[in-house]
């Protein structure tokens, strides 16, 4: 199984119990330009950035009920019940982003949120 440090991964508990009949979403999110970042300021910043990002992501999931399906470097796909937590799950994480990037050093890098959002 294919797993990250969280326990997430394409197990059966990586999807949110839903029927066949359910409408889901499936939102992605992940940092903008991460890779020309990491060239361009090194591996150190990157590091931090994700760490940052994750913290940030993390705590908007929990509260709009989004359940991780897999991470992968800055990248998370998540899967929630309603199109409406996704969305609003998504505004909540660029506004902070927006903020974390005018405030702490290593986000002062050009960091910049891109998350997709599409229902099934």
């Given at each position: 199984m294919n797993e990250n440090a969280?326990?997430?991964?394409?197990?059966?508990?990586?999807?949110?119990?839903?029927?066949?009949?359910?409408?889901?979403?499936?939102?992605?999110?992940?940092?903008?330009?991460?890779?020309?970042?990491?060239?361009?300021?090194?591996?150190?910043v990157a590091h931090e950035l994700v760490r940052e990002q994750d913290a940030i992501v993390r705590s908007h999931l929990e509260a709009y009920g989004g359940d991780v399906v897999k991470t992968q470097?800055?990248?998370?796909?998540?899967?929630f019940k309603a199109t409406r937590g996704a969305i609003l799950c998504a505004i909540a994480i660029q506004k902070e982003s927006r903020s974390a990037s005018a405030s702490t050093p290593a986000s002062r890098s050009g960091r910049r949120t891109a998350t997709t959002s599409a229902a099934r």
């Open positions: 969280h326990g997430e991964g394409n197990g059966p508990r990586a999807t949110p119990e839903v029927s066949l009949s359910d409408t889901i979403t499936i939102f992605f999110s992940d940092i903008r330009g991460f890779t020309d970042t990491t060239e361009e300021l090194g591996d150190e470097g800055d990248g998370f796909m998540v899967a």
